[in-house]
């Protein structure tokens, strides 16, 4: 049992930090597109993890919330969660600043959806395609809430599975309008000035607190109803 479950932890630190690095790029790419390359000088427009860690969101929290448990450790378990670097942008760059602001900010959440749709046609196409494919699907879907399950998950599967968690979860989380999050970029964007003078006042250990108690409640009640819809789904293939 220990076995299955610290290989299935190893998975989500994988996809995790792919997932990260993805998100982080495709801020950098879509602020290159709009016409400021800061973070294309900085080498940010790349898959490649070193280039976007952060020691605390992208490794120590994650290793906490995946690998904590497997020790005994569960202060942290929970939610996946995690944030990388943030990629630097120079608005005054911009053509039209605020609405190009407000696209390279959601590119960092919608890259986090098409990681999900990828994982989910790949997940269709194994159900339809292959000799046993809806049973297999359907161990991976359990495998990845159930390791005891795993002797029957094919890996692909089961890094499918885990990847549509994985990046619905990063999705929901960085829309929350709580700092240094996407959505409270976007929120700033939509405030008068002197809201924004206390906004950006916000302390970061007053967001970190946010961001566990707040942020993990109001996760719960997005992400479930949307796993259970797409798993549903994929039961129905």
């Known amino acids: 049992m220990l076995s299955s479950r610290f290989l299935i932890a190893v998975f989500e630190f994988v996809i995790l930090l792919f997932s990260l690095s993805f998100h982080e790029c495709a801020h950098a790419w879509m602020a290159s597109r709009l016409g400021d390359q800061t973070a294309r000088l900085q080498g940010r427009i790349t898959l490649?993890?070193?280039?976007?860690?952060?020691?605390?969101g992208t490794l120590l929290i994650p290793a906490?919330?995946?690998?904590?448990?497997?020790?005994g450790f569960t202060f942290f378990s929970g939610f996946l969660i995690g944030w990388a670097k943030p990629t630097p942008v120079i608005t005054r760059n911009f053509r039209k600043i605020l609405r190009d602001d407000n696209l390279v900010t959601?590119?960092?959440?919608?890259?986090?959806?098409?990681?999900?749709?990828?994982?989910?046609?790949v997940l269709a196409i194994i159900a339809v395609a292959t000799p046993g494919g809806r049973q297999t699907v359907q161990a991976s879907l359990v495998a990845t809430f159930n390791p005891a399950a795993l002797a029957f998950a094919h890996p692909a599967a089961l890094l499918c599975s885990l990847a549509i968690l994985i990046n619905l979860s990063l999705f929901y989380f960085n829309l929350l309008p709580i700092p240094p999050l996407d959505g409270s970029h976007l929120l700033r964007n939509l405030l008068p000035y002197?809201?924004?003078?206390?906004f950006d006042r916000i302390n970061i250990w007053v967001a970190y607190l946010l961001m566990?108690?707040?942020?993990?409640?109001i996760l719960s009640l997005l992400l479930w109803p949307t796993v259970s819809l797409v798993y549903s789904a994929l039961a129905a293939i």
Do not use: E, K, M, T
Not at 194 to 198: G, R, T
């Open 64 to 71: 906490l919330i995946i690998f904590g448990p497997l020790i």
């Open 194 to 198: 002197n809201a924004v003078q206390f």
């Open 48 to 56: 490649n993890p070193a280039y976007h860690v952060d020691p605390v």
């Open 106 to 121: 959601l590119a960092g959440p919608v890259s986090n959806l098409i990681l999900a749709a990828i994982a989910f046609a």
């Open 212 to 217: 566990f108690l707040v942020g993990g409640y």
